[in-house]
């Protein structure tokens, strides 16, 4: 069974027609570049992750094209502002909205006010979460991520991440510093996704928030660069009053049930985490 066989000839189509298989997928981890995949290869593999874990019809799809707009380090496949009419006829405007809102959505993911990290606030009586805003990479200013559309982005962050990750899994610092990342989102995901992202955590053995500032540190230090205002503001979380440095805390205190000091497999697989980063 091919993998173009699990995807609609439509779409496949469509991806043909966008050039996608002629553009080289580069990306941090070389087990994931310069072997020949093409972002066409990773649209699919995006897609066949977002089925399997069961996400709703729009979400599948929009996986298929999420960075079709622009990629994390910024090449752009197609110009949105010629592709958005095109893609909203033809793939529907709840999809062509992930497509267009992802770019934005994904360079945000170190704010705290990000897709990952903003309070999940609850309105309308709890039946919805509110409205965030986050910098707009395509256009420029602030967009509004609405409420409704924020937990299929969370989808798509992850399934992007794991896709390209998942053979980057054996710095047990970088996975405590992944998983705190996510962490704040769990609530918004498929359990198949927060499996996926827990597993950051059960690889993280013996890893602690100082850990995670050290690391960040020390590559920024190896790489003779000054560390951006971005990052310094992000490891503030990790530092004494921190978020995260606070969740690290408290999972010491509450995931521990038998108080022998350690937390072993069953207490961590039973621990809310949500307890952790209770929104405002």
């Known amino acids: 069974l091919r993998i173009t066989d699990q995807v609609p000839e439509d779409l496949i189509e469509m991806l043909d027609e966008l050039g996608t298989g002629a553009v080289v997928q580069k990306v941090t981890h070389p087990l994931h570049s310069a072997f020949g995949r093409t972002l066409r290869d990773h649209f699919l593999s995006c897609y066949l992750l977002a089925r399997e874990w069961g996400n709703p019809d729009h979400v599948c799809v929009a996986s298929l094209f999420h960075a079709l707009y622009q990629r994390g380090d910024g090449m752009r496949a197609v110009d949105f502002t010629e592709y958005r009419p095109l893609l909203q006829e033809k793939l529907g405007e709840d999809v062509e909205e992930l497509i267009y809102l992802f770019p934005s959505a994904h360079k945000s993911v170190l704010l705290e006010d990000g897709l990952l990290m903003a309070p999940i606030v609850k309105v309308d009586d709890g039946e919805e979460i509110g409205d965030i805003q986050v910098p707009n990479v395509l256009e420029g200013g602030m967009v509004t ?4 559309c924020r937990a299929g982005l969370v989808e798509l962050e992850v399934i992007n991440s794991h896709d390209q990750n998942v053979l980057e899994n054996s710095n047990s610092v970088h996975n405590l510093w992944s998983f705190y990342v996510h962490a704040p989102a769990l609530s918004l995901m498929s359990p ?23 690391w960040h ?3 920024f230090s190896d790489a003779n660069q000054e560390m951006p205002d971005l990052w310094k503001k992000h490891l503030e979380l990790f530092r004494k009053g921190g978020k995260f440095f606070c969740a690290e805390e408290q999972m010491q205190v509450l995931a521990d049930e038998n108080d022998d000091g350690e937390i072993d497999w069953e207490e961590f697989t039973t621990f809310d985490w949500d307890t952790c980063f209770i929104s405002e």
């Open 192 to 214: 198949s996704a927060r499996e996926t992202i827990g597993e950051f955590m059960v690889k993280a053995p013996g890893a602690t928030c100082g850990d995670i500032l050290e």
């Open 217 to 219: 540190e020390q590559r």
């Open 145 to 148: 991520i609405p409420g409704r």
